[in-house]
């Protein structure tokens, strides 16, 4: 564990110590998400791990271990040539997407988290869902999404555009002078948020048949994914986990207040900037493709600061590694637990998040220590 | 490192804050900077760490302009120590000592290195943080967070240290815990400290000079004896004070005249026969009910003879540690004669003022009403084989009034007008 957990220490910090042990428990978390998402594509209704599906009275289609190898490298053999597609089109795209998702959401929440200097920001705070929705909404209306290939760029395209759109008006509200008032900036948030929800409702209200689809959209889904999905997400995730991670230094000054980060050599305006725009821009491109998946932004970021302090230099790739495993495990269970019909994921990451957040809080409240 | 303010003026929108405060500061001194608040200290500290932007030209390090340097390379100048700090994320004392290390990174890719390391644990040792190094922030008390922000600024290895009210949230202990470290700093290290204080006295103890601010303006700058003088403080405080020199470390201290409103005067007098300190207190309470009051014979340098200077009482005087004499006595007596009512405190009897306590049986005789306050443990200090204690009962039994301390001194004072 990390330093400020040893309580048997009785003074000071070994610092090669704590590096070394950092960078065990990163190495650890980057083992748990490749095994990871080995095993979730392993896992199907199809099999090798899941209850295959009847095909006739007493006839069972499973695919064995063997075989999931075999399509896995692509040789053939006695199975059906469509396992590979199973694979190569549907479960590899979908565990890549839900790694590269939970690793944006959870990277953007521990930035938003440390610029609003609030434990409970989440990526969602400047208003990228609400914006988002709007477009997703707009394109079901106007029957794109329906349309199997336009669909399939049009409404991403459409809801990445009205999030950014929103994110830029919150912040010019939250911004005087040149001066980001972050107070400003989470009210403006807020009261944006309201309003595009009110909207969304209203278009809801209208949408008839597109009423389910809609509903599905912002209960947060994996299941488009695709390979350009896949692309476009990680690319936005490594990019935007990178220029965060070198800000890690600078956010933990601003942590302390602005006025201690200047005082440190830290620019907390250009931060601020910075960290906004990066986190709006992976978000959208996570709710481009996904649809609003709640909590993964908000709770990750807060469970590993937990476990390994708030220092950003070791929060921030902990907090993006652990998103990634988390929402692969998280759709797993949604294509799979009433399987063959899938949940929406959102409301999974809620049901586990949501107790366990409590639980966490309680153990640390108990403990005497604040958040 | 030489700081110098010149001419420095800064307004938020119509409010002039800042009114051309010109200040240098040399290497290694320590500056206290006080005033009343609003006056203008903190603006002050914000324009030297360039958070607040100065007129050009106006603040400038070792002669170049703060406002052509960069935060990076001012943090490298200067540390700073907010009043108090906190946060709601779990960062250890150690994490937090560790920022100070950021204006010295190579680059912004870089983590801390072997030499932040170093730099870290002797900044902790230094300030006695090292063996709480691990624990969290938030759980630290309050005066161990502000060793851990100094140690933090120790990390910095800066020049200079500008510190908000540092003490300001602290017991006394804490305090004086801080303020020592805070000046072995400067006097081992060479550390220049410009720092606001608030309180007067722990500025005298150990600023070399005070910056005294008055609404924006620099009042008054120089060491603590010339600025804290009473007529200084009287117009930038609007308070009364007694200015003295403290009897172990002579570093001058201040204390404030009157916490109450005196009550309006009505022409009555009292004099007070007292000594040793004892009158003190008696000759306060008088003036706050009201009373003229006056004193005899005092020996100059005798604790009440300075009390008495200091609330500005009419004193007969005697020569320091000389008897009284014939030509005190007697003066002491006309002063009596003009008085409603003489006080007879229970003040130390020896042979040199046994003739206070000799006027007072005169004025008994007199018919002046005297009040005579006993001694906590019912008979004066008495250095001369009980005279005094004699003459005490003898007053008491030819009509001095006795009261056990001040409040009933009072009643007794006031039945006394009723008559």
């Given at each position: 564990?990390?330093?400020?957990?040893?309580?048997?220490?009785?003074?000071?910090?070994?610092?090669?110590?704590?590096?070394?042990?950092?960078?065990?428990?990163?190495?650890?978390?980057?083992?748990?998400?490749?095994?990871?998402?080995?095993?979730?594509?392993?896992?199907?209704?199809?099999?090798?791990?899941?209850?295959?599906?009847?095909?006739?009275?007493?006839v069972r289609e499973h695919i064995s271990f063997g075989e999931a190898l075999g399509a896995v490298f692509g040789e053939t053999g006695d199975w059906p040539a469509y396992y590979s597609d199973i694979?190569?089109?549907?479960?590899?795209?979908?565990?890549?997407?839900?790694?590269?998702?939970?690793?944006?959401?959870?990277?953007?929440?521990?930035?938003?988290?440390?610029?609003?200097?609030?434990?409970?920001?989440?990526?969602?705070?400047?208003?990228?869902?609400?914006?988002?929705?709007?477009?997703?909404?707009?394109?079901?209306?106007?029957?794109?999404?329906?349309?199997?290939?336009?669909?399939?760029?049009?409404?991403?395209?459409?809801?990445?555009?009205?999030?950014?759109?929103?994110?830029?008006?919150?912040?010019?509200?939250?911004?005087?002078?040149?001066?980001?008032y972050v107070n400003t900036l989470l009210l403006s948030g807020i009261a944006v948020a309201a309003f595009l929800g009110a909207v969304v409702s209203l278009m809801i209200y209208f949408a008839g048949?597109?009423?389910?689809?809609?509903?599905?959209?912002?209960?947060?889904?994996?299941?488009?994914?695709?390979?350009?999905?896949?692309?476009?997400?990680?690319?936005?995730?490594?990019?935007?986990?990178?220029?965060?991670?070198?800000?890690?230094?600078?956010?933990?000054?601003?942590?302390?207040?602005?006025?201690?980060?200047?005082?440190?050599?830290?620019?907390?305006?250009?931060?601020?900037?910075?960290?906004?725009?990066?986190?709006?821009?992976?978000?959208?491109?996570?709710?481009?493709?996904?649809?609003?998946?709640?909590?993964?932004?908000?709770?990750?970021?807060?469970?590993?600061?937990?476990?390994?302090?708030?220092?950003?230099?070791?929060?921030?790739?902990?907090?993006?590694?652990?998103?990634?495993?988390?929402?692969?495990?998280?759709?797993?269970?949604?294509?799979?637990?009433?399987?063959?019909?899938?949940?929406?994921?959102?409301?999974?990451?809620?049901?586990?998040?949501?107790?366990?957040?409590?639980?966490?809080?309680?153990?640390?409240?108990?403990?005497?220590?604040?958040? | 490192?030489?700081?110098?303010?010149?001419?420095?003026?800064?307004?938020?929108?119509?409010?002039?804050?800042?009114?051309?405060?010109?200040?240098?500061?040399?290497?290694?001194?320590?500056?206290?900077?006080?005033?009343?608040?609003?006056?203008?200290?903190?603006?002050?500290?914000?324009?030297?760490?360039?958070?607040?932007?100065?007129?050009?030209?106006?603040?400038?390090?070792?002669?170049?302009?703060?406002?052509?340097?960069?935060?990076?390379?001012?943090?490298?100048?200067?540390?700073?120590?907010?009043?108090?700090?906190?946060?709601?994320?779990?960062?250890?004392?150690?994490?937090?000592?560790?920022?100070?290390?950021?204006?010295?990174?190579?680059?912004?890719?870089?983590?801390?290195?072997?030499?932040?390391?170093?730099?870290?644990?002797?900044?902790?040792?230094?300030?006695?943080?090292?063996?709480?190094a691990g624990r969290p922030f938030s759980a630290l008390s309050g005066g161990e967070r502000q060793r851990v922000i100094i140690a933090r600024a120790v990390a910095q290895q800066p020049q200079a240290?500008?510190?908000?009210?540092?003490?300001?949230?602290?017991?006394?202990?804490?305090?004086?815990?801080?303020?020592?470290?805070?000046?072995?700093?400067?006097?081992?290290?060479?550390?220049?400290?410009?720092?606001?204080?608030?309180?007067?006295?722990?500025?005298?103890?150990?600023?070399?000079?005070?910056?005294?601010?008055?609404?924006?303006?620099?009042?008054?700058?120089?060491?603590?004896?010339?600025?804290?003088?009473?007529?200084?403080?009287?117009?930038?405080?609007?308070?009364?004070?007694?200015?003295?020199?403290?009897?172990?470390?002579?570093?001058?201290?201040?204390?404030?005249?009157?916490?109450?409103?005196?009550?309006?005067?009505?022409?009555?007098?009292?004099?007070?026969?007292?000594?040793?300190?004892?009158?003190?207190?008696?000759?306060?309470?008088?003036?706050?009910?009201?009373?003229?009051?006056?004193?005899?014979?005092?020996?100059?340098?005798?604790?009440?003879?300075?009390?008495?200077?200091?609330?500005?009482?009419?004193?007969?005087?005697?020569?320091?540690?000389?008897?009284?004499?014939?030509?005190?006595?007697?003066?002491?007596?006309?002063?009596?004669?003009?008085?409603?009512?003489?006080?007879?405190?229970?003040?130390?009897?020896?042979?040199?003022?046994?003739?206070?306590?000799?006027?007072?049986?005169?004025?008994?005789?007199?018919?002046?009403?005297?009040?005579?306050?006993?001694?906590?443990?019912?008979?004066?200090?008495?250095?001369?084989?009980?005279?005094?204690?004699?003459?005490?009962?003898?007053?008491?039994?030819?009509?001095?009034?006795?009261?056990?301390?001040?409040?009933?001194?009072?009643?007794?004072?006031?039945?006394?007008?009723?008559?």
């Amino acid at each position: 564990m990390s330093p400020r957990r040893d309580e048997s220490r009785e003074s000071g910090v070994d610092f090669p110590k704590v590096m070394r042990r950092r960078l065990l428990w990163l190495a650890a978390l980057t083992i748990m998400l490749l095994a990871s998402a080995m095993l979730a594509i392993l896992v199907g209704t199809l099999g090798p791990i899941g209850p295959g599906i009847s095909v006739a009275p007493g006839v069972r289609e499973h695919i064995s271990f063997g075989e999931a190898l075999g399509a896995v490298f692509g040789e053939t053999g006695d199975w059906p040539a469509y396992y590979s597609d199973i694979f190569w089109e549907v479960r590899i795209p979908r565990v890549l997407l839900a790694a590269a998702v939970g690793a944006a959401l959870a990277c953007a929440g521990t930035a938003m988290q440390a610029i609003f200097r609030n434990p409970m920001a989440d990526p969602y705070i400047v208003g990228v869902s609400s914006g988002a929705s709007v477009g997703a909404v707009l394109a079901s209306l106007f029957g794109f999404a329906t349309t199997a290939l336009v669909g399939a760029i049009i409404t991403p395209a459409l809801a990445f555009t009205t999030a950014l759109l929103t994110v830029f008006v919150v912040y010019s509200l939250g911004v005087v002078g040149g001066k980001v008032y972050v107070n400003t900036l989470l009210l403006s948030g807020i009261a944006v948020a309201a309003f595009l929800g009110a909207v969304v409702s209203l278009m809801i209200y209208f949408a008839g048949q597109q009423y389910h689809r809609i509903i599905f959209w912002m209960l947060g889904s994996l299941s488009i994914a695709s390979w350009s999905a896949v692309a476009v997400v990680a690319i936005a995730a490594t990019v935007g986990a990178v220029l965060v991670f070198i800000s890690s230094r600078d956010m933990n000054a601003l942590l302390l207040g602005e006025e201690t980060a200047h005082n440190l050599g830290v620019d907390p305006e250009g931060l601020k900037t910075l960290m906004l725009v990066v986190a709006a821009i992976m978000t959208a491109a996570a709710v481009a493709f996904t649809g609003v998946i709640g909590f993964v932004g908000l709770i990750i970021p807060h469970m590993v600061r937990l476990v390994v302090g708030a220092d950003h230099r070791m929060l921030v790739p902990a907090a993006t590694l652990s998103g990634a495993i988390f929402l692969i495990w998280a759709d797993t269970l949604a294509r799979t637990v009433i399987s063959p019909t899938e949940l929406p994921v959102g409301i999974i990451t809620a049901i586990c998040g949501g107790p366990f957040f409590l639980y966490l809080l309680r153990r640390n409240r108990l403990a005497g220590e604040t958040r | 490192m030489r700081l110098d303010v010149r001419d420095l003026s800064y307004s938020f929108g119509d409010k002039k804050v800042l009114k051309e405060i010109t200040l240098d500061v040399s290497p290694g001194e320590f500056i206290g900077l006080m005033g009343p608040n609003g006056s203008g200290k903190t603006t002050l500290l914000r324009c030297i760490m360039n958070f607040l932007s100065p007129p050009a030209d106006s603040v400038s390090v070792n002669g170049e302009a703060t406002q052509t340097l960069s935060s990076e390379s001012l943090a490298r100048m200067f540390a700073v120590v907010p009043q108090s700090s906190s946060t709601d994320f779990t960062f250890s004392a150690y994490d937090i000592v560790m920022m100070g290390r950021l204006p010295h990174r190579k680059n912004r890719f870089a983590g801390p290195t072997k030499a932040d390391a170093d730099a870290v644990r002797s900044a902790m040792e230094r300030t006695g943080t090292w063996e709480f190094a691990g624990r969290p922030f938030s759980a630290l008390s309050g005066g161990e967070r502000q060793r851990v922000i100094i140690a933090r600024a120790v990390a910095q290895q800066p020049q200079a240290l500008l510190l908000d009210e540092p003490t300001v949230y602290l017991d006394i202990n804490g305090q004086l815990e801080i303020m020592d470290l805070i000046r072995s700093l400067n006097k081992e290290e060479g550390i220049t400290v410009i720092s606001v204080l608030h309180d007067v006295n722990m500025a005298a103890r150990y600023c070399d000079r005070i910056a005294l601010l008055s609404d924006g303006w620099l009042e008054a700058l120089g060491p603590p004896s010339s600025v804290l003088n009473p007529e200084v403080i009287q117009s930038v405080y609007g308070v009364e004070v007694v200015v003295r020199r403290d009897p172990f470390t002579n570093a001058v201290y201040v204390m404030p005249h009157s916490t109450v409103a005196a009550a309006p005067r009505h022409g009555r007098r009292v004099h007070v026969l007292c000594g040793g300190g004892v009158g003190g207190p008696i000759m306060k309470a008088l003036l706050d009910a009201g009373y003229g009051v006056s004193s005899g014979v005092l020996n100059v340098l005798d604790s009440d003879f300075e009390n008495a200077r200091d609330l500005h009482i009419p004193t007969v005087t005697e020569a320091p540690f000389a008897a009284v004499s014939d030509a005190a006595y007697e003066k002491n007596l006309g002063m009596m004669s003009e008085c409603e009512a003489v006080v007879v405190s229970p003040f130390p009897v020896g042979p040199g003022n046994l003739k206070n306590m000799e006027a007072a049986s005169v004025a008994v005789s007199r018919g002046k009403r005297v009040v005579a306050i006993l001694p906590d443990a019912g008979r004066p200090v008495d250095f001369v084989d009980g005279k005094a204690d004699a003459i005490m009962r003898e007053l008491i039994s030819s009509g001095a009034i006795p009261v056990m301390g001040i409040a009933e001194m009072l009643r007794e004072l006031r039945r006394g007008e009723g008559r």
